[in-house]
């Protein structure tokens, strides 16, 4: 499974974004893909993910309103929206694939490599 993300950048504080994922290898119908943060010094941690099967969407509650988590099943990809960004939104965004929920917490069996959003003030 390979996993390719683009669309990070350097914006201004209210910008928009758009972080794109392409996934190779296998179909993920049974699972979720979405997008994990990590920032300077702090852990990684969950930002949204999307049903492949039926479409619902999760999102954290520090981007939720802002961002908007979307899929192509037929280009195996998906899509996060941020809109209204923050200096903290800055972060390396990972894409991963074969979501789930595991209590509180949501994790991934796959990753991509990160790509950088940094937001100005």
């Known amino acids: 499974v390979q996993l390719q993300a683009s669309g990070g950048g350097l914006v201004q504080a209210g910008d928009s974004l758009r972080l794109s994922c392409a996934a190779s290898?296998?179909?993920?119908?049974?699972?979720?893909m979405g997008w994990f943060r990590q920032a300077p010094g702090k852990e990684r941690e969950f930002v949204a993910a999307i049903n492949w099967m039926n479409g619902s969407t999760y999102y954290a509650a520090s981007v939720k309103g802002r961002s908007t988590c979307s899929r192509d099943n037929n280009k195996n990809a998906v899509y996060l929206q941020m809109n209204s960004l923050k200096p903290e939104d800055t972060a390396v965004y990972y894409c991963?694939?074969?979501?789930?929920?595991?209590?509180?917490?949501?994790?991934?069996?796959?990753w991509g490599q990160g790509t950088q959003v940094t937001v100005s003030s």
């Open positions: 991963a694939a074969n979501m789930y929920a595991d209590g509180t917490k949501w994790r991934a069996d796959y």
């Open positions: 290898g296998r179909t993920f119908s049974s699972y979720a």
